[in-house]
């Protein structure tokens, strides 16, 4: 008898690059089966380009939360078996007067069958918020990421910018951010480094509806070289989360990517649509 053992607690949709992939009819078979046993539970993405203000935590003078998503699935038909676990977690700190904030974000997602893995990655970003004024923010942040099934397969930066709040209300909150970004990537096989000056501005808009209770947030991205903005980078995603619980949300989020490069390699587009829930303590 086939056994299933599953534990979800994130639900995705999105594009892939499975057609890519040979897969022999029997293994194909099961993906189906596994597919529409989970309604799509299943295969994420791990994009190049990471929105870390849908990640950001606007929590007033609450000085420590931690936010966390959990999915863990294995799925065995005679002895063809897909193994999933993926893992998201936010972490920020506040000091005593309010004006710094420390900011961490991991995630792990890996997919892997007995022959291959369609998916392994992981991903760290760690941020320095100072308040300068009530609408003049300055940020320091690093970050490194890994996935081999990407055309970056590995990409380390560091970074210094300026966030402004030029929107400041009950309900809406607009922010607008400028960054220097030093960039180290690898890229292909055989691997072939690139050590490259970037520019980072994003345009992000927070909403909330009281009466529906409800919070929406949209932001852009746009990130050129600063040599050749042709090689450039354009980041959109759209996110709703509606509070079930005091530690539960219900979130909604959507996300397309376009990443240009000025030379042989392929450009990459992505598309991503996912509902779960998330955890607040």
């Not at 057609?19 to 029997?26: A, H, L, T, V």
């Not at 529906?212 to 450039?232: C, E, K, M, S, W």
């Not at 509606?242 to 909604?252: E, G, M, W």
């Not at 989020?253 to 990459?268: M, Q």
Request: charged share 20%.
């Amino acid at each position: 008898m086939p056994k299933v053992v599953r534990t979800v607690i994130w639900t995705n949709f999105q594009q892939t690059h499975f057609d890519k992939i040979y897969m022999s009819n029997r293994f194909r078979a099961l993906l189906t089966i596994t597919f529409v046993s989970f309604l799509g539970f299943g295969s994420k993405l791990q994009a190049q380009l990471v929105n870390i203000e849908s990640k950001r935590m606007h929590t007033d003078s609450i000085r420590f939360v931690l936010n966390s998503d959990l999915l863990f699935n294995y799925t065995d038909n005679n002895g063809d078996y897909i193994l999933q676990i993926g893992a998201n977690s936010s972490v920020q700190f506040k000091s005593k007067d309010l004006k710094n904030i420390y900011f961490l974000v991991g995630n792990v997602n890996l997919i892997r069958s007995k022959k291959e893995d369609f998916q392994n990655s992981w991903f760290t970003h760690a941020r320095f918020n100072r308040k300068l004024s009530e609408l003049l923010r300055a940020e320091v942040f690093l970050q490194s990421q890994n996935n081999q099934k990407l055309t970056i397969m590995k990409r380390n930066l560091i970074g210094v910018g300026l966030r402004f709040k030029f929107v400041a209300t009950n309900t809406t909150s607009a922010y607008f951010g400028n960054s220097y970004m030093y960039e180290l990537e690898s890229i292909g096989s055989p691997e072939q480094r690139f050590y490259n000056h970037r520019n980072s501005s994003y345009l992000s808009i927070n909403r909330t509806f009281a009466n529906l209770n409800l919070d929406i947030t949209g932001t852009l991205y746009f990130q050129p070289l600063y040599r050749n903005f042709a090689n450039h980078r354009i980041l959109s995603q759209f996110k709703a989360q509606v509070p079930l619980t005091k530690r539960i949300s219900l979130t909604a989020l959507y996300n397309y990517s376009i990443i240009k490069f000025d030379s042989s390699f392929e450009d990459d587009y992505a598309s991503n649509l996912s509902f779960g829930f998330t955890l607040n303590i």
